[in-house]
């Protein structure tokens, strides 16, 4: 069983940028695949990246491409998103989640509590 606790959202002007981070505790952390969702008001949770065990298969939507970058220090057992050229459509909770294996699905097993990120002047 996995626990997952996000952290380094708040608020911050257009353009700025925030990193996220998503400290999982628990037995072989290291063997999840991470994935990071976001929830805006009134929208469906939608995936944003998802970074294998080895770090060796890493995804995003297309939204965030070029702007985010997702990596994992798997001694620390936190998984990072660094967002830069943050925009007004960024604002959203955002969710770390875990599945056992080297891929993400919509229906990951274990989900963080979500930190809030708000973009805005």
């Known amino acids: 069983q996995l626990q997952l606790v996000e952290s380094g959202g708040g608020l911050v002007q257009p353009g700025g940028s925030l990193r996220l981070s998503c400290a999982a505790s628990g037995n072989n952390a290291d063997y999840y695949a991470i994935g990071w969702f976001r929830q805006a008001p009134g929208k469906e949770r939608e995936g944003v990246s998802c970074?294998?065990?080895?770090?060796?298969?890493?995804n995003y939507t297309d939204s965030v491409k070029g702007r985010f970058t997702v990596s994992r220090d798997n001694a620390k057992n936190t998984v990072y998103l660094q967002m830069n050229g943050l925009e007004p459509e960024d604002t959203a909770v955002y969710y770390c989640a875990a599945r056992f294996g080297a891929y993400c699905r919509a229906e990951m097993t274990y989900w963080g509590q979500g930190t809030q990120v708000t973009v805005s002047s």
């Open positions: 970074i294998s065990p080895g770090s060796t298969r890493i």
